[in-house]
């Protein structure tokens, strides 16, 4: 049971170019979600998907695509890097109950993908 | 999700408890106070979670005032393994959307 697990690990970029990161969980989770964190700051909501098929912007989307490929998969992508993107990128999940249960809702993180664009 | 107040840093001698306070006093009814952690460069953990009543695990305690507007996370016996920046955050139960915000957090420094 790997958890969250998010690749690459580290990445550098030229302005302009394009890369995907990737996440994946192996735990069921309905939930995904992707977060930057900027030096010195808390973590920003970038894009997240409360289900399979859905995806839905948080507080910083521009310059971001996601793509929630299937239950276990929720990719990032820059099609366009720029070096106000450098950042430390988390993904997380977590599993939502029904308003039949109380939902726990704990979100489980990745260890980061450490992004430079020059 | 409502909005909550931290003071942005704290020291703590090893061995004594570390109280982190949080203030979320638009917290809504059916909203639960979470708290997660983040060791250097890490990504975040979760501690514990409450309503409105005292939770305590095996990382730490919760503490909930009656009017639910504040809240205190106690670390029994910190250690230095537990200098980090903590996060307080309160969010719905029935999240269908799931979406939460982190603010900047408390950063808890243990001194031997």
């Known amino acids: 049971n790997a958890g969250v697990t998010q690749t690459p690990k580290f990445q550098v970029l030229k302005t302009g170019q394009s890369m995907t990161l990737q996440c994946a969980q192996d735990m069921n989770h309905n939930s995904m979600y992707w977060y930057r964190q900027d030096p010195g700051m808390g973590l920003r909501l970038i894009y997240y998907?409360?289900?399979?098929?859905?995806?839905d912007k948080g507080e910083v989307p521009n310059g971001y695509n996601v793509s929630r490929l299937n239950k276990r998969e929720f990719s990032l992508r820059l099609e366009s890097a720029a070096p106000s993107q450098t950042s430390v990128y988390f993904c997380?999940?977590?599993?939502?109950?029904?308003?039949?249960?109380?939902?726990?809702?704990?979100?489980?993180f990745g260890a980061g993908t450490r992004l430079s664009v020059l | 999700d409502a909005k909550t107040t931290q003071p942005t840093s704290m020291d703590c001698a090893e061995g004594r408890a570390a109280n982190l306070p949080c203030n979320h006093s638009?917290?809504?009814?059916?909203?639960?106070v979470y708290w997660y952690r983040q060791i250097h460069s890490q990504g975040p953990q979760y501690i514990i979670h409450?309503?409105?009543n005292n939770e305590t695990n095996e990382m730490a305690s919760l503490i909930i005032t009656e009017d639910r507007k504040s809240s205190t996370l106690i670390l029994p016996h910190a250690t230095l393994r537990d200098t980090a920046v903590y996060y307080c955050?309160?969010?719905?139960?029935?999240?269908?959307?799931?979406?939460?915000?982190f603010g900047d957090g408390t950063t808890l420094t243990v001194k031997p």
């Open positions: 955050i309160v969010r719905p139960f029935n999240t269908n959307a799931g979406k939460s915000t």
């Open positions: 638009t917290i809504s009814g059916n909203e639960y």
């Open positions: 409450g309503l409105k």
């Open positions: 997380a999940s977590s599993e939502n109950l029904g308003q039949a249960t109380l939902a726990k809702n704990i979100q489980y």
């Open positions: 998907s409360a289900s399979e098929g859905t995806t």
